[in-house]
């Protein structure tokens, strides 16, 4: 006898806009009929986690409950590790408990909120532990992200090809193609942007977006273009002190012989623990010491 067919897929649009970056539409779109119990859960998880990704860490602490199942308690350590250094010590404390518990530890929205979390930490090993037996595309997408974080594009490359066997085009599979592509460079750079300028094309233009093809100018010299696609992102009400806009506007007023001073003052006052605001007050540092040792 025939398999039955799969039923609709009623996250598909909700899931979308929250892995291109469009998370006021995702929260927007989320009202949704007919869902099972675990498509409910995985709805409110994209959207506590878009929330998360719009700064909103106290709505997602406040609003999730200790009776909430397993994949929400995840994100909310999420949002409580995020929300400031006053909490990431808890925050690490109870997901590694979380994670030892046999019952849930093999969750993968748990495994993917620690490789989340050990990633910012840069302990990418710790992070491996929980991604790298994959599960789905987007535990997937993540271990391509650490590996390149690591320099180890090899790895990535590993890893995207078995997300292309599963699915090449999914968003997700585009997304990893694009990164991988940012990091091996030279004649990638341009097929790079091509993804990018095809997600523009397709979907609602948003910061990740706008960044992506922001990254690609600068690697290619098009810094001009560059410059005009990130203030274009800083435009966006909601991501007015978007990190990465605020980091790529800074490296791109370096190369374009302007002063970065505005843009860097809002990444310090946003985001202090930013690895370009750490890079440049070290760098300030040394040079403070080199003057006070020839004064």
């Known amino acids: ?37 675990d498509e409910a ?8 986690r878009s929330y998360i990704a719009l700064g909103s860490y106290q709505l997602v602490i406040n609003e999730i409950d200790s009776s909430a199942a397993t994949p929400l308690q995840a994100v909310k350590l999420l949002a409580l590790y ?9 925050a690490i404390s109870n997901l590694k408990e979380f994670l030892a518990d046999p019952a849930i530890g093999n969750n993968p929205i748990l495994r993917m909120v620690a490789g989340t979390v050990f990633m910012h930490e840069q302990d990418y090993n710790e992070a491996l532990k929980y991604t790298h037996a994959g599960g789905n595309l987007e535990l997937d997408a993540l271990n391509v992200q650490i590996f390149i974080k690591m320099h180890r594009a090899e790895f990535a490359e590993r890893k995207l090809k078995e997300m292309q066997k599963i699915d090449e085009d999914h968003t997700l599979t585009q997304l990893a193609t694009a990164w991988q592509n940012l990091a091996v460079g030279g004649s990638k750079i341009q097929e790079a942007y091509l993804i990018f300028q095809d997600f523009s094309e397709k979907s609602q233009v948003t ?3 706008l960044n992506g093809k ?16 990130l203030l274009e992102a800083l435009n966006k009400a909601s991501d007015a002190k978007d990190p990465e806009t ?34 440049a007050t070290a760098a300030e540092e040394s040079f403070d010491r080199a003057v006070q040792s020839v004064a």
Do not use: W
């Not at 039955?4 to 779109?29: K, V």
């Not at 809002?266 to 690895?275: G, K, T």
């Open 1 to 37: 006898m025939a398999a039955l067919a799969a039923g609709p897929d009623h996250l598909f649009n909700l899931r979308n806009n929250f892995y291109l970056g469009a998370y006021q539409a995702a929260i927007n779109s989320s009202d949704l009929p007919n869902l099972s119990p």
């Open 41 to 48: 859960v995985e709805r409110d998880c994209l959207v506590f």
């Open 82 to 90: 995020l929300s400031g250094p006053d909490y990431k010590e808890s």
């Open 207 to 209: 910061t990740l977006i």
């Open 214 to 229: 922001a990254v690609c100018c600068i690697h290619m010299g098009n810094f001009d273009e560059a410059e005009t696609l």
């Open 246 to 279: 605020l980091a790529n506007l800074v490296v791109c007023c370096l190369h374009l012989g302007k002063s970065p001073s505005r843009f860097l003052s809002q990444l310090r006052l946003a985001h202090p623990e930013h690895v370009l605001v750490k890079r």
